[in-house]
């Protein structure tokens, strides 16, 4: 099959799907065959189920015949963040225990991708229990970044950004804690979406272990969010209309109506533009791909305005690790729950040192995260203010490219910036969780590609409930400088 048709967007290929240019089982095939070809490298696409898409997919064919459109995603191929529940597939997230655990039923959100007539193929790779920047485990293996196979396509969903870049897929769904959608978008020049928090169900989302919650009442997982990944911004907004809606238990009483975009053309828009700061400074190898987005937007129109929020980075970024590191406390063991609580009282409370952060965050008492959350709530108050004067934010995703394989432990890993050391760990994630700790929407967009040849993406940044702004900016964005580019080599 030709390349242009496995690197279609979503939109195009339903397009093509509703006009008969193409059959969903001829779809599906394609994208078997890029899989078969493409895959063996990058192991991206961890398990697959090509039988029964097959029957779906020429379900979906005879359904066309007879006027029958099952909805918006009618046939399309696509794959899934092995995080989330598909019903019949495996579901590890990269937890050796969970390796035979295969679900009876679709996560929520899963679901309503199958209703809306999505032909799901197989699952994407993920790091052990989603917690890492990368993607490798003891389950699958490692994940290799399409545009070089030595680095990382990023983590958590990056073997769904990876799938993405390399046309082994038409649309993913994903998670984002700490940045898991827009780092493996960044690093792998895809779409990403991070929904403002609490607007896509996570019930079928794993971890939590299944079974620890009864279906309608799943852990809500503070700061966690799902969201679209896509090769075009139209195919967000698309994703997005079928995904957004309260958890299963207020589906009875509430709805979800996200505002429209807040204009209609980009020449109406005021965009802040932070690009640097000295707690967390950027690689002048993609703050200046970014700084070329930004002077571009201005051509076009838009008033771009050097700004950002009246909050301080070092504090902002202290507060989302003290939640971002609770989150996962629920399920330690006690023996390791009591000694990390032992290291945590042997640390300096007010260091930036990044093991210390989380020790500290993941056995803090209820008492401390009240407080933690309280500072959580000024923030968002400063990022409401700062959003009454720009419509939207426009930042780097992470300080660097996508950088080489490491598997060493986690709070020993360094990233050179700028040529200088830094800890991983207060690197990596800093810019996503800008956005994270506060509840806000944040697109993931590429930016261009760096004179290393790697792809670049910025994140835009938008008020609460604002998705359907951040996502519009990316579409401008995509019309004005081109969007998605395919890797080197491709076919």
Avoid at 52 to 75: F, I, N, S
Avoid at 226 to 235: E, F, L, Q, T, V
Avoid at 429 to 436: D, I, P
Avoid at 444 to 456: F, K, M, N, R, T
Wanted: proline residues 7%.
């Amino acid at each position: 099959m030709s390349k242009d048709l496995t690197y279609k967007s979503a939109t195009q290929l339903l397009q093509d799907i509703q006009e008969r240019r193409i059959s969903c089982i001829d779809l599906l095939e394609a994208f078997v065959e890029k899989i078969e070809q493409k895959n063996p490298d990058i192991n991206a696409v961890v398990a697959t189920d090509f039988q029964t898409a097959r029957k779906r997919a020429r379900a979906a064919d005879e359904a066309l015949k007879k006027g029958d459109v099952w909805g918006p995603l009618h046939g399309l191929p696509m794959t899934i963040k092995d995080c989330f529940e598909v019903a019949g597939m495996p579901c590890t997230a990269g937890l050796p225990l969970l390796k035979d655990y295969v679900p009876e039923q679709n996560a929520d959100a899963v679901q309503s991708l199958v209703d809306a007539g999505a032909v799901v193929m197989g699952k994407t790779n993920v790091p052990m229990g989603g917690m890492d920047f990368q993607s490798y485990n003891d389950v699958y293996g490692q994940t290799n970044n399409p545009w070089d196979l030595s680095r990382t396509p990023g983590g958590s969903s990056g073997g769904a950004a990876a799938a993405l870049a390399a046309g082994m897929t038409s649309l993913e769904l994903g998670s984002d804690l700490g940045g898991s959608i827009r780092l493996p978008a960044h690093f792998c020049g895809v779409f990403g979406h991070k929904s403002s928090f609490n607007i896509i169900p996570k019930q079928g989302h794993v971890p939590l272990s299944p079974g620890l919650f009864p279906p309608d009442y799943a852990s809500g997982i503070d700061v966690a969010v799902a969201g679209p990944m896509a090769r075009s911004a139209h195919d967000l907004d698309l994703a997005m209309d079928l995904l957004v809606r309260p958890d299963r238990a207020q589906q009875a009483a509430w709805q979800i109506n996200l505002p429209l975009p807040i204009h209609k053309c980009l020449k109406d828009y005021r965009i802040g533009l932070w690009l640097d700061d000295p707690f967390c400074p950027v690689d002048a190898a993609v703050g200046s791909v970014i700084q070329n987005l930004a002077d571009a937007l201005a051509r076009a129109g838009a008033d771009v305005v050097e700004s950002k929020p009246d909050i301080e980075f070092r504090h902002s970024h202290a507060v989302f690790v003290a939640l971002f590191s609770a989150v996962g406390s629920a399920e330690l063991p006690q023996k390791l729950y009591d000694r990390l609580k032992a290291e945590a009282g042997n640390t300096d409370d007010q260091g930036d040192d990044p093991r210390a952060r989380y020790v500290r965050g993941v056995t803090q008492s209820h008492c401390d995260w009240l407080k933690m959350d309280l500072e959580r709530q000024k923030l968002r108050q400063q990022w409401a203010t700062y959003f009454d004067g720009v419509d939207a934010l426009l930042c780097p995703s992470a300080p660097i490219a996508a950088f080489p394989h490491d598997h060493g432990k986690f709070y020993d890993r360094i990233l050179a910036v700028n040529n200088v050391d830094r800890p991983f760990a207060n690197t990596v994630y800093t810019w996503s969780g800008l956005a994270g700790v506060a509840n806000l929407p944040s697109t993931a967009v590429p930016a261009g590609i760096s004179q290393e040849g790697l792809p670049v993406g910025a994140q835009i940044v938008g008020p609460y409930l604002g998705d359907r702004s951040t996502i519009q900016m990316a579409r401008f964005i995509e019309d004005e400088i081109g969007g998605f580019v395919a890797p080197p080599e491709s076919a």
